[in-house]
């Protein structure tokens, strides 16, 4: 535990400023719950009007204390927080956690002093925590620096899931599943306002710690991209999980979080995409994240996406093998012989794959061993599930019902294997025992199962996969970028396109097309001409010389009329590129994330179905091959009407390309278009026809 | 209770064929449930063996009974039912309950069993219900003809949701989640087999109980589409909602489904249509069937959409208004004088909606009486949601909590109110009793509550609709049609085309298309031909006379090559209609619900995103405007790239006249096909361009 938040998650010491002797107070409850649960370190309640605080010495101030605590909690309100974090600071205090509200959230005073509060902390060395935060918790170590009520009537037990959120409430509410889930949390850290420690780092943190192994986040935005993203590779090198919920996905919800925090919104869309992109899933629902980490919390994942569903009951195995697929799990069907097998043992089954053993296995619990059996040898499955209903909390039936598939699952322990029942907690917790995962819900169990596959090759691609190496540096004008000169710039970084040849002013561009080769298109090259079709700048579908001399002419007197102050470089003359898909790569300034590559296909699809994904920079080229493999329109680029299939790994390489010099030059692009992108048949590359970049006001260093 | 079913669910007399002394067994559980709930009626065990049956004078045989009963349980194996049926028949049995496996779903000798008992009962006038099912249950009447395990522990009280069911472990598994949600049953039918009772006049009869407020169904196909859609009409124009499940939406699942009873599966992206145009609601997953039927089971519905939602913690706040969101809600916000109201009463508040109170609500309650009272008083909602986490479980703020929350609704009876929290059965039964809809999951909420609203307008619909009148009976020739036949009767059908004319063969195409103006499309019109362009039979963009009179010489002469057996009607000659939008119009003829409609966009919508929607025939122009709204590309049609919006009334008109026409004549139709149909602007109407209608064999009269 070498992370800055060791000793605010795990400290030795601790004031409580403001506590207060009824344990029902917001003063109150950290040091009750400290005190019922046992807390091994030293507690300093600092209360200057009391000589006990719940049966403990009273001190003064926090100058009084007989040493320096690593954590104070500050239950005081906003207007008495900003001398409680300054003395906190001249004691020498490691870190503060700040409940109340009232400071950025508030409004401009709130923000001011929050600003005030943050500059003495820092000047110190004082990390804070907060304000308007739940505080954190750490079960292991019996440490509960919160007022949360969610320990009111129980406590949280030690376990595999971390939790980090924004919002205190939340993370109380899923604390409180987990627990009902009969999980135990690892470390619990809310991080309200984030005036110094935020989200990044309090998942940089948890992730480390050993007895996690899946994280639950929860965020409105997050501040620091580099942390960010560092923290969530990070987890990915581990192995550990992360299951997030992001919220501000609605128009009226990201309007909603903006007035809520000061973390800035950035696009949803985006942040979606670098979730993915970082093996992160995302829960569309609470209920969907705590089903999700259930399944994480074992830290087991399978080794591929088979999964063999046994039923005693048609209808259920039909619904879960509709689940599963849509889960993006195989339910690939049993081997002939293994089919062969379940059809001697059992005339009525359905022995493909759901394995539908009828209500006879149920009446033959003998039968129910040896099917599950051999579907478990003879199957090849990746994971198993089995359906079982209200039967193991059937007094008469459970127990038998256990020992028989106890039976049949020994010595398949490589396989996955999980159950969806109806029955109370304590019936279910037998079979997790036996080490199933026990839902309730058939299509939260396929969607749990369908993370773990996601999980597993995610973790996979980061053990295998290497960091694309950054971009190489390049000189950037100072001024506007003509396509001409953008070409220049994004053939260095890799990025092919047509030839093309600048006819200057004054040139033949009659002569320089028939080098090219008839047809062609001209284009004027203006650094100062961003939108050459709107000045007719733009002339396509040359046929000899003669049409391309008087072309060139009238490209030059109109741009010449509609845009007289433009620096003219020429022309250009291309060769007209036919055939292949029409797509778009473009680069955006993300306020969260910084350089975003961004690929759709064109026209109507990114207009009409915004049919458009991300990726933040750099990726490498199989990272490029499943963002295009996420357009709903994919199978374009497959070949339909009996097209041949297009050149998908050049496109790749093209996205990779862009990426790796969006990165590099991040702090001057503030866009580049590559509008359209054709991608030519497999085996002839790409097109890009167009190019523009451009760049951000440079500032003066 | 006038159904067939009535005697089958009520019945006075009942005698168990196979009754068993065993409360455990098959055979004995329909008793010991009866006997344990009390069933008023008189029960008359059959069971040649024994003096009594649990205690009960049994009897040798059906023969022998005092009189016939309404109902016969048969728990005896498959081989003993045919025997049994055939007494049941002869008694003079009103239905017999079939429970037994071993029938149609177990190859050709048990289908042929099922045929033989179910001509049998047919001769006789006795229904079947099975075989193969878990049979039904009536909690009013505590009559309970199943062997279901799901009463074991607990009985399910009488209450407003039917539950019918293909599956019978199925229909246990919602029954129980019913229960544990606090709802209770009016009727429970399971069908199984469905060799004579199915589906539909299951839910037919459970929809015209007085005490049924809503049905949850699940099925894998259906038999009988005109008693299905009768259903769902009568369900809908009474006001009752149906949360359906339909499985085998996956190809995986739908072979299971296949292999699993003998139901013709159809197509499932038809039956999701069916669904939608007729007002069901389907459930993706089980836990939201028994979300959304909780929601119906008081049976009112909110006027509008617009909902207000209140918290005390921005995080939640801002994942509801998400949630709201994608369910289809309007997250409206507070006007201008209910926002300052709040801000003078909570000067930290987000006042717009979601109102985050801040947790100063929590300690101040009146404040949040105050202020939910004017959310309800100034908002205009008809829905309303508070997020209340752990609190009304929390010992000393249950009941002030609860007491602010009262006074605060009070006069706001009009309001659909709804609450999260995550608390035991009980405290979220107090809240309950109070009218609100409790959620554990504010996704679940949200979901349910965007369901109620679309109820809400189907019901609307239903009270104020027509039923669109069927289509005028054409002749309709024996033999294959040409495309300027198929036109002809698609015109007097209501389906306006372009101007067309026919040069007969030796005629005078120059002329014509002169008449016409060009440029002018030439094609070959042949009952014979279906696939025009194959042969090379459509000549496009012709400009002049002598370029007509050739390209028609060109067309007949591939013919003769390509066709030669082909009979010729001549060319038709058709203006170029430029513009518009270009869509796809079909109808299908689905192996379950007969004529259906198909509409999509033109092109790579239909191939490569299958952006198509069904509905089935007839219909009118409103719900053909419902169909136009759920494509994805519809915006399209509302015009991009500063395009004139699409003329989507003349649209909806179209496809309305063609639903019209196919349901007249579904019995000789296989297929339309109008390819592409251009939507032109607005008010400029439709161009369908080409039609081909294919037959179905004529079978003689």
Sequence with gaps: MSSALASLLSPRAIAIVGASDSPARIGGRPLRYMLEAGFGGTIYPVNPSRETVQGVKAWPSLAALPEAPDVAILAVPADATEKAVAECAARGVKSAIVFSAGFAEAGDDGAALQNRMTATARAAGLRLLGPNCLGVFNPSQRFYGTFSVVLDNAFIAPGPVGIVSQSGAYGAHVAHLARNRGLGVSQWITTGNECDIDLAEALAHVVEQDDTRVV?????????????????????ALGKAIVFMKTGRSAVGAEAAASHTAALAGSDAVFDAVLRQFGVHRARTTAEQIDVAYACASGRYPAGDRIGIFTMSGGFGIQLADDAGEAGLDVAPMPENAQAEL??????????????????????????????????????YDLFSIILGTGPATKTFALPLREALAKAMAGHDDVIRAATMSVPREAAEIYEKDGFLVYEDGSALANALGALVRFSRSFERARTGTKPAPGERLALPAGPISERAAKDILRQAGIPFPREILVPPGGDAGKTAAEIGFPVVLKVSSPDIAHKTEVGGVVVGVKDEAEARSAAAAILARCAEKAPGAGIEGILVAPMVKGGVETIVGVVDDPTFGPV???????????????VTFRVAPFDAGEAR?????????ALLDGVRGATPCDVDALADLLSALSRFAATHGDRIESIDLNPVLVLPQGQGIAPLDALIVLKPETSP
Tied chains: 1, 2.
């Design 216 to 236: 639950m986040a929860y965020a409105e935005g997050v501040r620091n991209r580099d942390a960010f993203i560092a923290a969530l590779e990070r987890a990915r």
């Design 626 to 634: 499943r963002m295009i493999d996420e357009i709903r329109g994919r």
């Design 343 to 380: 059809k001697a043992l059992l005339p009525y089954c359905s022995p493909r794959n759901p394995v539908d053993a009828t209500a006879q296995a149920v009446t033959e619990l003998s039968i129910l061993s040896k099917s599950v059996d051999s579907m478990l040898r003879l199957g090849g």
């Design 597 to 611: 590559v961004m690929f759709g296909l064109g026209g109507i699809f990114v207009e009409v179905l915004k049919d």
